[in-house]
């Protein structure tokens, strides 16, 4: 399968855990993307790099999250002294370079904070 | 961006036409109409985009108005997989610029 590839699907922790989350975007795509989805709402845009460089960050990603492409190729999302309102689905996309519009996304990776 | 408004939902009958609506009455010159669909559990797929001219592809038809402030995403034989959220999404066609998602249509198909 050569999509986007989210890792782990699903993460249960207790408040005040550290998760990781990780992105493989497809190959030679330089463009990706982090959003967040809670329940019957629409992906929330969280941040974006364009290769290793991250060009835009959302208010919404607050000081206990990070995220890294240090390569330029996977990319890690990482939530510290996690908080039951991060429980949510946590989307990947990547687009290549030359093409504005499709993004193409991951399965997402779930995240329940008890 | 642009807002966008689309209604919470619809339902369609298996093999008929699905007409999904938008409006985006404050669009910009410089700002494409953008389609994509959530089928549950799944991420969002792109499906079709256009700026002012009608489009279509192998998913779907996107029919724009002359004044711009609306446009009609056609499925035009629906199936049960075409069960999902559709996002009506409006941006500048420029590199890096995040698409911003709103809460879309829940189209059911039934048969």
């Known amino acids: 399968d050569t999509g986007v590839s989210q890792d782990p699907r699903h993460k249960i922790t207790k408040r005040g855990q550290n998760v990781t989350f990780r992105c493989d975007p497809i190959s030679e795509h330089n463009r990706l993307y982090w959003y967040r989805q809670t329940l019957g709402q629409g992906p929330e845009f969280l941040t974006y790099f364009q290769n290793e460089a991250q060009l835009e960050k959302s208010r919404l990603l607050s000081d206990r999250f990070s995220a890294e492409r240090p390569k330029g190729s996977f990319s890690t999302l990482e939530i510290q002294r996690t908080e039951q309102g991060d429980s949510a689905m946590y989307l990947c996309?990547?687009?290549?370079?030359?093409?504005?519009?499709?993004?193409?996304f991951g399965e997402g990776s779930r995240l329940t904070v008890l | 961006d642009a807002k966008t408004t689309q209604p919470t939902s619809m339902d369609c009958a298996e093999g008929r036409a699905a007409n999904l609506p938008c409006n985006h009455s404050?669009?910009?010159?410089?700002?494409?109409v953008y389609w994509y669909r959530q089928i549950h559990s799944q991420g969002p797929q792109y499906i079709i985009h256009g700026l002012k001219n009608n489009e279509t592809n192998e998913m779907a038809s996107l029919i724009i108005t002359e004044d711009r402030k609306s446009s009609t995403l056609i499925l035009p034989h629906a199936t049960l997989r075409d069960t999902a959220v559709y996002y009506c999404?409006?941006?500048?066609?420029?590199?890096?610029?995040?698409?911003?998602f709103g809460k879309g249509t829940t189209l059911s198909v039934s048969s």
């Open positions: 999404i409006v941006r500048v066609n420029q590199a890096g610029t995040a698409l911003i």
């Open positions: 404050t669009i910009s010159g410089n700002e494409y």
């Open positions: 996309a990547s687009s290549p370079q030359g093409f504005a519009g499709e993004l193409f």
